[in-house]
């Protein structure tokens, strides 16, 4: 059984950081891509940010390149995204996915593991 679990959401203020954990277990780590998403109320999921099994290739969406780094630690089977300078827009609930494949998309479809999801509060 897969389970990914996430921590690190709270509130901040705009401007301001947090560090986004998921820990995965029941999965050779090393051998998928995981991903993160963002679903605001009401709204589509969508992809944030993605890293591929080999820990090289990562990829971002446009509205948060620059300001958002995702990383991956093998030994400890977990998957970090680093949020700088937060805006409101950055606020919904977040979720880690892990894919079907040792490459990252941006596909909701190609992931079959996610976490219960973690809230992020940016006050403006």
């Known amino acids: 059984q897969v389970q990914l679990v996430e921590s690190g959401g709270g509130l901040v203020q705009a401007g301001g950081s947090l560090r986004l954990s998921c820990a995965a277990s029941g999965r050779a780590f090393s051998s998928y891509a995981m991903s993160w998403f963002r679903q605001a109320p009401g709204k589509e999921r969508e992809f944030v940010a993605g890293?591929?099994?080999?820990?090289?290739?990562?990829g971002y969406s446009d509205s948060v390149k620059g300001r958002f780094t995702v990383s991956g630690d093998n030994a400890a089977n977990t998957v970090y995204l680093q949020m700088n300078s937060l805006k409101p827009e950055d606020t919904p609930t977040y979720y880690c996915?892990?894919?079907?494949?040792?490459?990252?998309?941006?596909?909701?479809?190609?992931?079959?593991?996610w976490g219960q999801g973690t809230q992020v509060t940016v006050s403006s």
């Open positions: 996915a892990t894919s079907r494949s040792p490459y990252y998309s941006q596909n909701i479809h190609d992931y079959d593991y």
């Open positions: 890293i591929s099994r080999d820990f090289v290739n990562t």
